[in-house]
């Protein structure tokens, strides 16, 4: 089991890029929501962020990756718009114990993308 974050420490809205065991993860938080997903796009398989904990659009109302723009839904990673339409982005399973994001070990293996 990994601890990722507190939950509390992530702010309605925002979004955190994570490192664990060289595998890249990304959290947002919304309607006090954890939405878990692996840091690549279905595209490309190139990371999703602008800048360091910036995936999110100017609205923040949906995940947008920063190498052709595609707009994914925050709640299910549905790809709305740009060249993965359709696909979506792949989450991570985890579970909150004592206000802790946790995920098992087993979880930190990213599925190949198709």
């Known amino acids: 089991m990994v601890c990722l974050f507190a939950k509390a420490d992530l702010d309605e809205g925002a979004a955190l890029g994570l490192e664990?065991?060289?595998?890249?993860?990304?959290?947002?938080?919304?309607?006090?929501?954890?939405?878990?997903?692996?840091?690549?796009?279905?595209?490309?398989g190139t990371?999703?962020?602008?800048?360091?904990?910036?995936?999110?659009?100017?609205?923040?109302?949906?995940?947008?990756?920063s190498t052709?723009?595609?707009l994914f839904q925050i709640e299910d990673g549905h790809c709305l718009a740009g060249p993965c339409r359709?696909?979506?982005?792949?989450?991570?399973?985890?579970?909150?114990?004592n206000g802790l994001v946790?995920?098992?070990d087993t979880h930190l293996r990213p599925q190949v993308l198709a």
Do not use: M, S, T
């Not at 595998?23 to 490309?44: E, G, M, S, T």
């Open 20 to 44: 664990v065991n060289n595998h890249y993860l990304f959290a947002v938080k919304k309607a006090d929501q954890i939405y878990l997903y692996w840091n690549r796009c279905p595209h490309l």
């Open 47 to 65: 990371p999703l962020e602008w800048l360091e904990d910036q995936f999110l659009d100017a609205d923040g109302a949906l995940i947008q990756c």
């Open 86 to 97: 359709g696909k979506y982005l792949q989450k991570v399973p985890y579970y909150i114990e």
């Open 102 to 104: 946790l995920v098992e």
């Open 68 to 70: 052709h723009g595609a």
